[in-house]
């Protein structure tokens, strides 16, 4: 058989892109009766929670003094999950994004596959969507490129969970994308082996960002950014960073991106150097690993049938067709050394719409994660991981819903999505 333009029988149901929000949408789907097939271009389930490195979960918690669970379902049983392995343990943020749940990436990426596997999802990985077959405002195919060539996979709704809007966008769906200078910076994770953290906890966020400014001023370094954190992992000596900050960056130019990966590693070398010679605790630790993909924060945010908004976030504003609730709040790595941060007011949590997942012209198609309806400001926010997996798990919901029904998206009765979404342990 040609390598070229292979048919694949139909599914009900097809996952493009394997982050938190691509893999609580494959397992929802198919946990509520559907064939399913995900699409991976990387090696593993997880996307930013474990290619890129980051290892901490927010948004399960709202902030502040008196933290409250507002994040059930599946995200809260992958986190049960973790527990059950010894792979987690929850801290507090010191910047008050609430509890974070820190975790074992190489555990989670096992919990994520065995889920999955264990559900009947059929996986892809090493395979990026490509091409997007239409007809009337409706998607008919994806072409999937790989080892195997290229292959075009028919399902009756898509999911489009790449983080980017890629398929969204190929489909005709208006989006929003800043300029690079606009969007979020990206960040180069790595984790340091060796540490004595006792000793490299004495040094406070606050004396790290002078050493910092130190630093620079002694002209012997170049860092970019000087609020950068670092904290313990489960695993003794070894700590992981949020450090590297790489800007003006829009990573859906393969050539840019490209380049960030190679800036966020260059970068990497000069805060291992700065840590080992200038911050207590260090002296004798080593790098180990540079997270496998760049972190990318803000690409497409796909315009659907209702944009949230900032104000929606701080006002902490409440929708009848809520899917998920967020307290997190907005944090805005922005061009230059800072972060900006604003608070979810009133009772600390607003809700996500159904409607925000919902990209405006085509018809067979929801998007989950960090491509969601929102402005650069709410998606600053609603960004958070817990709150990407919960959107996954209602569009997976939702799509099952629609299959059963075959219904378009947009005739979905919300009401019994939201029902469903409850009875399997949703919070709303
Ligand atoms: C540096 C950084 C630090 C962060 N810190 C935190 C934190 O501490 N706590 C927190 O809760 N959140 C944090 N976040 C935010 C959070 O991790 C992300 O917003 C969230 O995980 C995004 O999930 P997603 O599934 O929408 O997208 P992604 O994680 O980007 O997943 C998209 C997936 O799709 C795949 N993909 C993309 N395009 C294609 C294609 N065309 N074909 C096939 N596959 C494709 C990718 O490989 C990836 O696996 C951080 C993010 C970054 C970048």
């Given at each position: 058989m040609s390598h070229l333009n292979r048919k694949v029988s139909n599914v009900d149901v097809l996952v493009l892109g394997g982050g938190a929000a691509g893999f609580a949408a494959a397992l929802a789907a198919r946990r509520n009766g559907c064939s399913v097939t995900l699409i991976e271009?990387?090696?593993?389930?997880?996307?930013?929670?474990t290619a890129t490195g980051v290892d901490t979960f927010y948004g399960f918690y709202t902030p502040g003094d008196s933290p409250r669970r507002i994040v059930g379902g599946i995200p809260w049983e992958v986190a049960n999950r973790l527990v059950e392995v010894n792979g987690c343990f929850e801290r507090p943020n010191t910047y008050g994004a609430g509890t974070g749940i820190t975790y074992d990436v190489e555990k989670l990426k096992v919990i994520y596959e065995s889920m999955l596997i264990e559900a009947g999802v059929t996986l892809l990985y090493h395979t990026y969507a490509s091409v997007v077959e239409m007809e009337d405002g409706t998607i008919k195919g994806v072409a999937i490129a790989n080892k195997g060539g290229l292959t075009t996979i028919y399902a009756k709704y898509y999911i489009d969970a790449t983080g980017d809007g890629d398929i969204a966008a190929r489909a005709g769906a208006p989006f929003e994308l800043g300029s690079p200078e606009e969007l979020q910076s990206l960040t180069t994770i790595f984790f340091m082996a060796n540490v004595d953290v006792d000793k490299a906890k004495m040094t406070s966020h606050k004396a790290l960002a002078k050493l910092m400014k130190e630093a620079n001023q002694s002209g012997q370094y170049n860092l970019p950014r000087e609020d950068g954190s670092w904290h313990a992992t489960p695993n003794p000596g070894v700590i992981q960073t949020n450090m590297v900050r790489v800007t003006?960056?829009?990573?859906?130019d393969p050539f840019a991106l490209t380049m960030a990966e190679i800036e966020g590693r260059k970068q990497t070398q000069e805060y291992v150097r700065f840590l080992n010679n200038c911050?207590?605790?260090?002296?004798n630790a080593f790098l180990v690993s540079t997270s496998q993909h760049i972190g990318v924060r803000e690409t497409r945010r796909i315009r659907g049938a209702y944009t949230l908004t900032e104000e929606d976030v701080v006002q902490g504003a409440k929708f009848d067709d809520a899917i998920a609730c967020c307290g997190a709040p907005v944090e805005d790595h922005y061009a230059g050394s800072g972060t900006r941060w604003a608070y979810v007011q009133g009772d600390g949590v607003y809700h996500i719409p159904f409607r925000s997942l919902v990209p405006q012209k085509v018809s067979n198609l929801l998007v989950a994660g960090?491509?969601?309806?929102?402005t650069h400001g709410a998606q600053a926010s609603a960004r958070n991981s817990a709150q990407c997996m919960a959107m996954g798990q209602a569009v997976g919901t939702a799509s099952a819903l629609a299959c059963k029904t075959n219904s378009n998206i947009s005739e979905l009765d919300i009401f019994q999505l939201k029902n469903l979404l409850l009875e399997q342990g949703v919070i709303l």
């Open positions: 271009s990387q090696n593993c389930i997880g996307g930013s929670r003006g960056v829009d990573a859906t911050v207590p605790g260090y002296e960090r491509c969601l309806s929102a």
